[in-house]
Each structure stands twice: as C-alpha cells, then as structure tokens.
C-alpha cells in the first residue's frame, strides 16, 4: 500500500461541458485546467466530487474524466479519484477502474438515496478497500448524502485497515463534527475540510488540509494561504482569506457549482455550463460573482 498522506489544498474539479452543450464533455478543457491547477501549486487533484456532478454523468463519461486527469497530471500531483455511487457494486467498479487507469487514490461518499445501517455503511467501504490496493478517503458530505457519517465509526473502520484509510473529507460548516474527528483520528490519518471558508479554523483545529471549491479559480491564491499559515505567517494568511472570501461566498449561488463555473469563466477558463437538473446562473448571480473577482481580475 502506498505511503500517500493527503494534505495541503486538493482541488475538487468541476467537470468541463462543452459550451451550449451540457450533455457533452470537454475533454480539452478538463486538461487545461489540470494544468492550470498544477501550475497553481495545489497538493492534488480530485476529480468527481461534488464540484464535479459526478452524480450527473454516465459510466463512460465518469471514466473518460479520471482518465483524464490522470494521463495529463502525469505524476505531476497525486490524482484522488472520485467514485462514489449508490450502490457498493458500482462504486467497487469504479474503484478498480481508477486504480487501473493509474489514480493515486480514490474517494467515497457513503451510499446515498437509499439509507443503510452501520454495518451496511461499513461493508460498503470495506468492499472499496478489499477490491482495490490504493488508499482510500472517506468523504462526509451530509448536506448531500443525507446523513452524518460518525467520526467514531470512521474509527473504527481505520482501526482495522490501518494501511487502507488515508483521510477523510468533512464538508460541513458545523465545526463541532470537524472537532470531532480531529480528536478521534487526526493523528492517525488527514483530516480534510471541506468548507470554502473554514481553511484557517480547519486548520487551526488540527486539519491536514482542504478540498476546496475556490482552488479550481484561484489555485495560487489558495495554496499561499496553506502555505503561510502552516510556516507561521498568520496575519499574512488571514489578510488572503478576507480577500477571497466574497468568492467563497459567490460560488454558492444559484445550483452549485454554477457560479463556480461562472467564476472560471471569469478568469479565462471556459467549462462550460451545469448538466440539468441544475440551471446555469442568472445575470444577477453572474454579476455578483464578477463584483466577488474584482481583487483578482483588476491586477
């Protein structure tokens, strides 16, 4: 098994569509932003999460975008593949395919749309680690799936794969849960934040790092923040977080991640709009994001 930590700023890709054609990938702006976002310096990349409607996209295409990703970061950065899915057999599949096509790692949400008990939730993950031998990441994303996942259980779960569980993503403004697992199992794996706006509390609180939404615009940015407060210059950290704070905040209007896309336009990178059900922003939300770039786009 692979001695890969997680930590620093992990990019949760968007997904580029071509433009005017939702239904329809962007394979040539999907690689552009991998090297856009290498470029920026982030830790690593991590493509079908949740900034990736990673829920909307078909098998083929959910394996054309790792593929992707992977052939173009070339073992520049780590590739944590997404492979969450409703049921333990299609995500097992996903797994192998990630492992195959040479990601680094890959990470699951737990089972969503239906509910499962805790041995369910448990024979679940067991059956990602047992199918693949690369590293897993837990993602909890409540507001998402539809449940907390405990961090007491995901002790549990790295108390008898050690090797297996890397780290775990907490996407939750609830600071308590985050409490929670940095105290249960911080020293153990990485815990992640991620919450745009919650980097330097994560962090503060003994996070290892944050899988953030806003890295796909201002990769750069986002990296110096990690990089100044993990080296001791906190003022210096804070003062970027209040800058980039109006866009951690813009990217959540309309049907995420429209505005996040909005945003990417905005600094030149076009991918594209959102696959319906989700709805591209209106004029109103355009402009907001816009006024939340102002710091960037005017230098």
């Known amino acids: 098994m692979s001695s890969f ?8 890709m968007v997904t580029p569509f071509q433009v005017g054609d939702s239904d329809s990938l962007n394979i040539q702006s999907l690689r552009a ?12 990349l991590l493509p079908l999460g949740t900034s990736g409607e990673f829920a ?3 098998q083929s295409e959910r394996m054309q975008v790792i593929e992707a990703v992977v052939d173009q970061a070339n073992g520049r950065i780590p590739v944590i593949a997404g492979v969450s899915a409703p049921s333990t057999k299609a995500a097992v599949s996903y797994a192998k395919h990630a492992k195959d096509v040479g990601a680094d790692a890959v990470i699951s949400t737990g089972p969503y749309y239906f509910t499962t008990k805790e041995s ?5 993950f067991q059956s990602i680690i047992d199918a693949v031998d690369i590293p897993l990441l ?11 996942i405990e961090a007491s259980f995901v002790a549990r779960l790295v108390e008898k794969n050690p ?15 985050l409490l929670e697992y940095t105290a249960a199992i911080g020293e153990k794996i990485s815990v992640l934040t991620g919450a745009d706006a919650l980097i330097i509390p994560a962090l503060s609180h003994g996070a290892q790092g944050a899988v953030i939404g806003i890295a796909n615009v201002i990769p750069k940015e986002c ?3 990690y990089d100044n407060f993990t080296h001791g210059r906190i003022e210096s950290a804070r ?9 951690t905040q813009s990217i959540g209007l309309g049907t995420f991640p429209s505005a996040l896309k909005e945003a990417l336009r905005i600094v030149g990178l076009e991918c594209g709009g959102v696959r319906s059900p989700l709805q591209d922003p209106t004029d109103e939300e355009k402009e907001a994001v816009r006024r939340s770039l102002l710091w960037k786009i005017q230098k």
């Open 223 to 225: 990296s110096l923040l």
């Open 239 to 247: 003062t970027l977080e209040r800058t980039i704070y109006p866009l």
């Open 120 to 124: 369910g939730l448990s024979k679940h």
């Open 33 to 44: 932003l991998v090297d856009y976002l290498v470029e920026g310096g982030v830790q690593g």
């Open 138 to 148: 837990i993602y909890n994303i409540p507001g998402y799936v539809g449940y907390n």
């Open 56 to 58: 909307l996209l078909d």
């Open 163 to 177: 090797e297996s569980i890397v780290g775990v993503k907490v996407t939750t403004y609830d600071m308590k849960i």
């Open 5 to 12: 930590k997680p930590q620093g700023i992990i990019v949760p």
